[in-house]
Structures are given as C-alpha cells and as structure tokens.
C-alpha cells in the first residue's frame, strides 16, 4: 500500500514537533545544522522502476539504510505517469502535510508541468535539496561532415530544416538545449527541425545509421559510441570540463549555455521548519557519506549538491529559463 | 573459430556451481513474474538492481537474463488457458491457444508453446552468438521509413483476423487505433484525447486493453450465458501430450517463427510483437488446415510463440553489440551494465569477455532449464480448466483486476479496464472480433510515428518509402500479401473458365 493513515505515534510526533515550532518561535532560532534526520523516511519516485528518478530513490534509499542515517524503515514507492505531474499532484494534495517524505524531482518534471499544463507545480512544494546533474553532449554521426561544433552551427543557420536533430520527447531536456542554441546563434526556434525518440535507444539507433544530421542526449548515454568513434561528439553543456572527458563546453566554443540535467528532492507543502530541516539534515548527511560518493562515480552522475533555500533560488530560476524556451519553440503559449 | 572458442569459455563460466543457481533462480522467477499480468521481467529485474549493487556483476547478469527468458515463457500460459496475455507479445498466442484449450487441447497447446520457445530460442541464441555483428549492420540501415514500411507489412496481418465481417473487423482495426491516440503525443508533446485527465496523458497501457478485451469481455460474456446452460468443457480430449499429428504440424512453425523472430527482434525498433503477428498470419497462409484458424490451429501458437522468444533472444543484439536497448527489459539491463560500470557496445566484447560469453553460454542453459521446469507443469496447469466456470471466470476477474492494478497502482486503470471490458462483451455480443482492435492499438501509434518522424527528417518528401531500397521491398511485399490472394482467385477462375471454353 503506497498510502499510509498517520497513526497516533506520527500525530504525537506532529504535536511534539508544534510543540517545538511555538519554544523555536519565542526563543532564538535554532541552526540548521543542529537538526537530526528524521526517524523514518518515504521516498516517492513519480516515475516507473527503472528510470533515472527510480534509481535515484532506490540508491538513496540504501545509503540511508545502511549508513543508519535514518535509523526506522526507509520506503520507496512509484507514482507514474505524465512526466512526475501525477506524483507532484499526489504530493501537494493527499500527502499535504506529511514529514516524513520527499519526492524525487528534476528538470525533466520542470519541463513536463508547463506542457502538461499541470495544475500544480513545484512552486507549491517544500524544496529540499539538488543531488545530481547529467550533462548533455551534442554528437553528430561518425561520418558526417560536421567535423566542429562551428561547421554544424553553420549549416543549422544557413538552413535550420535541413538539420535534424534527434533528441528524447518533445519539451524535454534534449529539445531545450537545442531550443536555447538557436535562440543563441540567432535561429528561429520555431524554425527547428527536431526529430522526439522515445527512450535513448531508438535515438541512438538513428544516429548509428546516419538517418540524422545531429543529436542530443545526456552524456552517459552515449559515452560508449562516443570512445569507440562510431559517434563525433562536438560539444557538452556542462559549466566547466566535466572531469575525464575531453570535450569541449559550449561556453568554450563562445556559446554561453550550461544545461544540467538535475535531480532533486522536495517535500510536501505544509511541513513544519524542524520538520525541512531534518530532512535537509538526512540529505546532507547522505551527501556527505562515501557510500553516495562511490554510487555517484559508478553511474556517472556529477554532485550537484545546494540544499535549502539556495536550492528553492535555484528552482526558482530553472523555472523561468524553461518555460520562456518551451515559450519559444511554441510548446507553450 | 574464435567464437567457438570463447563460447566454450562462456560454457565453464555459466557451468560453475554458482552460476548455475543464479540462472535457476532468474528462470524461475521469469516464469512466475511473466504469468501474471502486468509484473513483467522489466519490472523484476529494476527491483533486483538495487539489491545487486556491489555483488558479482556476471551472476547478476546470467539472472537477469533468466528472468528476461523466463517470462517470454510465463506469458504464454495464461494466454492459452485463461484467454488472459500475460504481456503484449502473448495476445496472439491466446487467439488460437485458448481456443485449443476449449477443445480439449490445452495441454499440446501449453506443450507446443514451451517446446517452441525453446527450439526458437535456442536457434536465436546461435544467431545471437555466431551472427551478432552482421546482423547489427542490416539493423542500423533501418531508418523512419523502413520502420514505417515494416507497419504497413505487418498491418496486413489483420486480414486474417478480420473475421466474417469486413465491416465489423475494421470496426474493431479503427477502434484500437483511436485508443492509441490517447495520451501525448510523442512528436509535438501535445495531449490527445485524454479528457483532461493527467493519468491519461501516458496513454492506455496495451496490456489494459488486451486484458480488458480478452478476459473481462469474456468472464462477462461466459457470465450472461451461464444462465442458458454452460457449455460443456472438457480439460483433455485424448492425450495430453501433442501427439503425432500436432508434432508435424508444429515444428515447420516453430523453425519459421524462429527465422521470422530473431531479425525483427535485433531491429532497434522492431519489438517482440510485430514478429508474433506476421508469424501468425504467414502460418495461417502456409496451413494446410486454413479452416482450423479461428478454431484452435496448433500452428497459430507454435509459430508466434516460437517468434516471441526467438526476438528476446534478438533483442540482445543491439543491446549488447551497440548499447541500443530496444524494450523495457533491455533497458533496465542497460542501467545495470552501467552500475556495475560496464559500457555495453563495441568495446564490452573486448574488454569483458567473461561476462559476455558467460551470459550467452547461461541462455543456452536457461533455456533448458525452462523447459525442463515447464513441461511437466503443463499436466497441473491443464487441471485448471475443470474449474467450474463460474469459479474459473471469478478467478480470471480476479487475476487480470490485480495485473493491471499492479501495473502503476492506479484506480483509473482500474476504471479504464472495466470500461474496456463492457466493450469487449459488447463486442462479443454483436460478433464483433477483438484482435484487430489490440492490432490497432500497438501498430497504430508506432506507424504514426515513424511516419512523421519519416516526414520530418524528408522535410516532406513522400517519395523517401518508395525510393529507399528496403522500405520499397516492404511496402511491395505487403501489397503482394493484400492483394495476392484476390489475385489468385481471380487468376484460378481465368484458368477454370479457359478450360471450360477449351472443352
């Protein structure tokens, strides 16, 4: 069963924790860092198992697990469906309130709200922390006769129809950057011939086969074809060098973009101060263990950690940048 | 003979002690996940990832390749015995399976199927070994037009399926199709159809409607019959094993669904589906016993099910040769290469032999292990069948409620699969066939987008099918197979009427 009646051992601890708000709320604020993690934990993952958001639940889940970071049950469940809209609604509404969990979210489920047009958004939740990012690589195939990111910019503004270029769905992290490039180097974006695959494989498949000119995907994804020659990869989206891969940024190349795919937690709206900042504290400590250290070098993932406030800023942001592209290229009106 | 060499290597790795418990443990746990509807291997094998991390990465993988072979098996079962597909690639084996049962020849059917998918899939892992990388280049020559072209092939399969009715049958064609533009649409990213519902903007999951149709549609109609007196149904006429006759019948089938399987499996879109239905409508063109399709023909299960496992077999390919996951499974296990911080491709034959060769040699393994766990099952499973009805069809409510519950956990699933179950007994009410509608619903998108995809990248230019020498084949073939046999008849009565003007 994914839902759980609080029982009266969370409604105690409820009235314990407004107990606290009414002593923290006459006395001096206590410091963050002082929070212990929480004693039990949910992690809803609004994805189906597998997916990126899923794995990151379940090895989140096994840190706080074995670290004893959490010292009660750490559950993980999945709530598909519509780009994490269908779990966001779930956490904002019949979950309003509850402490003891946290969503995985990211920047795919930035993207999703807007063009779902989803009634509720991240705005709404408690946000807890940022925990990884996948840079994106632009590839063309081996033997296109785009050799630099220069020679494809120039044919994509020469004739932008005659540059397809495969990606994921339609609005997502891979349509975006294409999106802020031609924004950039001054093409319509609306002009854009991208090409939706459904899952990184069939995307991959075409670019094998040469039946596109270019491509865009999270870097992971590729880094195999990428060593092994049979794709040209002409530029990434990180801020810097991502560490071991020599490809050039785009910022390098004079193209000021930087795309992070990103993942994250938030928690319901609702929650008490003590209670955001346990679970702050678990996220953390989490980050600050070598077992997460060791699952982020073994997938691929960079450490994208900000906690907090910094981390609602950010959010903030990302949310402004994405919907005025989805804007652009006329996936929103 | 290099490969030879490295696959008797693969062998001792896939014999040790260990290994061999791994594979036993993913077989069977394969055939438990694939009998119920819903629980698939993908779903089984992104549970077992996290619990994986860390251990030994090539009896991980001899596992999950277990459970990946295992429920290709466990699909089969509740197709033929309960008119209920376990998943996608098994709706063609309940036409005529579950139609062999009611005669009283459930257990052939359940024998042909196992025996089938281990010829099938043992011939597929030869491909897999000794053909990998040829096949891989034909593969990646397949672009959105060949794709596209590939549908309307396999669209022509519903011609066989049409039934009495021309009208009826289309019916039932265009009404899948319309489900299947339920949900965002892929190309733009806009919602169709969804009656402003966020659950519907992932679309109506296949196996909801398959189960709706098939096994609601039909607990419902067995229901309103009851009353007029069930008809009678016997769990074994003769043997229960195949006998002569059946084993004549089936093995050409297994053979060509095996051939027809494996390459349209290594297809980085093809699927497991698409070779079941061209398997079955080649089988019904090929029999000798035409007549028995739409009555329980051994070849309509023999031939899809044999193609079924023959494409999890072909999957593997781009999987392992490329990186390319081109199902569910396929990507999970993707994932799991890259947690153990393997990159599947050009370079995992190279730098991880032991892993590669040991999981090929542990298909072989599988696969009789399969069948050794499954024939003997076949004589308690046919016992099913003498279930009074009215407790067997309350039980078929039952399993196929809870399959599409656990598919996401979702109440409007639920919804969506009564509603789809009243459509399935109205259907049957007005004779109405309820394949071409399942055919609708998996064709339908996937040749819509291909089609579009086709266009775009053409920047539209409709002549890319017919001037691309692969698409052009395809679409020539599949206007041989709608209009060869009208042709024909028209060609047979020439001759009969020249015959008579010559006497």
């Known amino acids: 069963m994914r839902m759980t009646v609080p029982g009266r051992c969370s409604r105690f601890v409820a009235v314990l924790g407004m107990a606290f708000l009414a002593v923290a709320a006459i006395g001096p604020l206590a410091p963050a860092q002082e929070a212990t993690p929480p004693d039990s934990l949910r992690i809803m993952a609004p994805a189906s198992p597998g997916g990126g958001w899923d794995q990151t639940a379940r090895f989140a889940q096994a840190v706080f697990r074995e670290t004893g970071i959490i010292p009660g049950s750490v559950e993980v469940f999945n709530v598909p469906g519509a780009g994490g809209t269908i779990g966001l609604a779930r956490l904002v509404s019949t979950e309003r309130g509850a402490g003891d969990l946290v969503m995985i979210s990211g920047l795919v489920m930035v993207g999703a709200i807007l063009t779902n047009r989803s009634a509720v958004t991240l705005a709404q939740t408690t946000p807890i922390a940022r925990l990884t990012a996948e840079y994106e690589v632009i590839a063309v195939p081996a033997d296109s006769p785009f050799q630099t990111m220069d020679d494809l910019i120039e044919a994509f503004k020469a004739n932008p129809g005659a540059v397809s270029w495969a990606g994921g769905s339609a609005g997502g992290v891979d349509h975006i950057l294409v999106g802020l490039l031609a924004k950039e180097i001054g093409v319509a974006p609306e002009d854009i011939n991208y090409i939706p695959f459904s899952g990184g494989g069939e995307a991959l498949a075409a670019m094998l086969g040469g039946h596109v000119a270019a491509g865009v995907t999270g870097y992971g994804e590729w880094a195999g074809q990428i060593e092994a020659g049979n794709l040209r990869a002409l530029a990434v989206s990180a801020g810097e060098r991502i560490p071991g891969v020599d490809i050039p940024t785009l910022k390098e190349l004079g193209i000021n973009i930087e795309v992070a795919n990103w993942r994250g937690v938030v928690a319901p709206p609702g929650i008490t101060a003590q209670e955001r900042d346990a679970l702050i504290a678990a996220f953390d400590q989490l980050h600050d263990s070598a077992r997460w250290q060791e699952i982020l070098a073994a997938n691929n993932w960079n450490d994208f950690y900000l906690s907090g406030d910094d981390f609602a800023d950010y959010l903030a942001q990302e949310n402004a940048r994405v919907e005025q592209v989805l804007r652009d290229i006329g996936l929103v009106e | ?503």
């Not at chain 2, 046999?485 to 047979?492: D, F, K, N, S």
């Open chain 2, 1 to 503: 003979m290099d490969t030879l060499k490295l696959l008797w290597d693969g062998f001792a790795v896939a014999f040790s002690l260990k290994n061999m418990l791994w594979a036993l443990a993913g077989v069977t746990l394969g055939t438990m996940v694939g009998i119920l509807p819903g629980i698939g291997p993908a779903l089984t094998v992104a549970l077992l990832l996290p619990v994986t991390f860390g251990r030994d990465p090539v009896g991980s993988f001899i596992m999950f390749a277990g459970i990946y072979y295992g429920g290709m098996y466990g699909g089969s079962t509740t197709a033929i015995l309960l008119n209920t597909p376990g998943e996608s690639a098994s709706i063609i084996t309940a036409l005529e399976g579950n139609l062999m049962a009611r005669r009283g020849r459930g257990g052939a059917a359940l024998a042909t199927a196992a025996i089938g998918s281990f010829v099938a899939g043992t011939l597929a892992t030869a491909g897999l070994t000794f053909l990998a990388p040829a096949l891989v280049r034909v593969a990646l020559r397949f672009g959105p037009a060949e794709y596209f072209a590939l549908m309307v092939l396999a669209f022509t399969t519903v011609t066989s399926l049409l039934g009495g009715s021309l009208v009826k049958g289309l019916t039932s064609l265009l009404f899948g199709m319309a489900l299947g533009l339920v949900g965002i649409d892929l190309q733009t990213g806009q919602a169709r159809y969804t009656l402003g519902m966020l659950e519907m903007l992932d679309g109506i999951d296949v196996v909801i409607v398959a189960v709706g149709l098939f096994a609601v549609g039909e607990a419902l109609y067995a229901a309103s019959q009851l009353a007029r007196g069930a008809p009678e149904v016997v769990a074994v006429r003769g043997s229960i094993w195949m006998n002569r006759e059946e084993w004549r019948r089936s093995w050409p089938a297994w053979i060509r669904g095996g051939l027809l399987g494996f390459p349209l499996g290594a297809l980085p879109a093809g699927g497991a589906e698409i070779p079941t239905f061209l398997s079955y409508s080649l089988e019904r063109r090929l029999s000798r016993h035409r007549d028995e399709f739409g009555r329980g023909a051994i070849e309509g299960v023999a031939g899809p099910e044999a193609a079924n496992n023959a494409a999890a077999a072909g999957v593997l390919v781009p999987l392992l040769t490329l990186g390319i996951p081109t199902s569910a499974t396929a990507a999970i296990m993707l994932a799991a290469f890259q947690q153990f911080g393997l990159q599947p491709g050009p370079l995992l034959f190279q730098n991880n032999p032991e892993l590669v060769w040991g999981m090929i040699a542990s298909l072989y393994l599988g696969n009789a292990m399969l069948l050794v766990l499954n024939l003997p099952l076949v004589g308690l499973w046919v016992r099913l069948l003498t279930v009074p009805q009215p407790l067997l069809y309350g039980g078929i409510l039952v399993f196929a409620t809870l399959g599409v519950y656990s598919l996401s956990n979702s109440l409007v699933d639920l919804m969506t699969l009564l509603v789809i179950g009243l459509v399935g007994f109205a259907m049957r009410r007005m004779d109405v066939p309820v394949a071409p509608a399942v055919i609708g619903l998996i064709l339908g998108p996937l040749a819509e987008q291909q089609l579009r995809r086709a266009l775009a990248i053409s920047q539209g230019d409709f002549t890319v099918f017919f001037t691309r020498p692969i698409s052009a084949t395809l679409l020539a073939l599949a206007l041989i197979a709608l209009a060869g046999p009208a042709l024909a008849r028209i060609v047979a009565a020439r001759r009969r009427k020249s015959r008579v003007a010559a006497m």
